[in-house]
């Protein structure tokens, strides 16, 4: 097996490409060994000394560091964790439910809103080994979760605010700002 790494715009997290499904379809997110319990894959990372966070996307691992943590020596355990995982044979997920919970939004613009999201900036996203979920739409705000290796990192701002907001802007006449919800 050969699992190839990409920097991603957060210099604390690493994008790791196992060259097979890792979720398929939908995401996780662990921000700690304790929510990582429902995964094998995350909770087998979060043995390892540093690692703060785990995000699972469709064929990616997006692994988060602590500021203390070297990548050079915390790339090749990140490495040895996956690898393991995978001929163990164990599932990525111990429940069947993949992907989270999104916020149910009957009205046009919010399907608008997530068709624009789903189609142009999800898939961009995940190339830098994040996630961006739509929360909510009220008074003219878009609410998203930022998620992955785009938590955190110090140009998700501009992307929020250059980015997905001027494109949403420009489709959507009614969204006025987007901000991150935690």
Known sequence: MFIQTEPTPNPASLKFLPGRDVLGDGTAQFGDAAS??????AARLFRIEGVTAVFLGS??????????????????????????????????????SVGEAEAVADSPIASQ???LLDT??????????????????????????????????????????????????YYVPEVEA?????
């Open 36 to 41: 990582a319990a429902r995964s094998p894959l």
């Open 59 to 96: 064929d990616f691992i997006s692994v988060s560091k602590t500021d203390g943590a070297d990548w050079q020596v915390l790339k090749p355990m990140v490495l040895g964790a996956i690898m393991d995982h995978y001929t163990a044979g164990e599932p990525i997920l111990a429940t069947e």
């Open 113 to 115: 809103i997530k068709e």
């Open 120 to 169: 142009r900036v999800r898939p961009a996203v995940a190339q830098d080994g994040g996630d961006i979920i739509f929360h909510d739409f009220r008074d003219g705000v878009v609410y998203l979760h930022m998620r992955g290796a785009c938590h955190g990192c110090p140009s998700s701002t501009a992307t929020l605010k250059h980015g997905i907001e001027n494109l949403l802007r």
């Open 178 to 182: 987007v901000e991150a919800v935690m």
